[in-house]
């Protein structure tokens, strides 16, 4: 089966989908958290609970570039002398 992506643009469009999968797991955890403190008997995020935000958004953050860079060399229309 031909296919007209290189394989580094395969991992880059694989790193996009993995950082807004990343981010959209931190946007999560941050409403749960805001939400968290409308309930009257839980306690709200303290201590290493709030290592996950910076892991969450940071990680989401670095594939998503990397992703954009694996992907800066496909553009489109250009000769790439395949069949």
Same mark, same amino acid.
């Given at each position: ?11 880059? $469009? !694989?790193? /996009? +989908?993995? @950082?807004?999968?990343? =981010?959209?797991?931190? &946007?999560?955890?941050?409403? %749960? ?18 290592? $996950? !935000?910076? /892991? +969450?958004? @940071?990680?989401?953050? =670095?594939?998503?570039? &990397?992703?954009?860079?694996? %992907? ?12």
């Amino acid at each position: 089966m031909a296919t007209n992506l290189r394989s580094h643009e395969i991992v880059g $469009l !694989f790193l /996009i +989908f993995a @950082g807004a999968t990343w =981010l959209g797991f931190g &946007l999560y955890g941050t409403l %749960l958290a805001a939400n968290r403190i409308l309930l009257a008997q839980v306690a709200p995020i303290a201590g290493k609970e709030l290592l $996950l !935000f910076p /892991i +969450f958004y @940071g990680l989401g953050a =670095l594939l998503i570039v &990397l992703g954009q860079i694996e %992907l800066r060399e496909a553009t489109p229309g250009k000769n790439r002398g395949l069949i």
